[in-house]
């Protein structure tokens, strides 16, 4: 059974910088994409950023500059470096993992962070 957990969202001011990790426990294959998804009232879960199993990252365009993604396989972690930060990025912050490939595929999520961002 895989299991995703995250940690270090809160409360944070504008301008002010939080760091999300996110670590897998359980048998995943390495051929995945980790990577980070949010949902603000309201609002559809929408994604963050991704990076794959080479270190490909992707950024939605909304937060590149601002945030880094970044992943330690030999730790099964994902990372998410959240700097300049503003109100609209207050949102429940999700860790997915998901298969890169179209053989055994797999998705899995965490139970999710909440960040909030005060102006």
């Known amino acids: 059974q895989v299991q995703l957990a995250e940690s270090g969202g809160g409360l944070v001011q504008a301008g002010g910088s939080l760091r999300l990790a996110c670590v897998a426990s359980?048998?995943?294959?390495?051929?995945?994409?980790m990577g980070w998804y949010r949902q603000a009232p309201g609002n559809q879960r929408e994604l963050v950023a991704t990076?794959?199993?080479?270190?490909?990252?992707n950024y939605a365009d909304s937060v590149k500059g601002r945030f880094t993604v970044s992943r330690d396989d030999a730790k099964n972690s994902v990372y998410l470096q959240m700097n300049s930060l503003k109100p609209e990025d207050t949102a429940v912050y999700y860790c997915?993992?998901?298969?890169?490939?179209?053989?055994?595929?797999?998705?899995?999520w965490g139970q999710g962070t909440q960040v909030t961002v005060s102006s």
């Open positions: 997915n993992c998901k298969s890169a490939t179209t053989i055994n595929r797999f998705n899995y």
């Open positions: 359980g048998s995943i294959s390495r051929l995945n994409v």
């Open positions: 990076i794959t199993f080479a270190g490909t990252p």
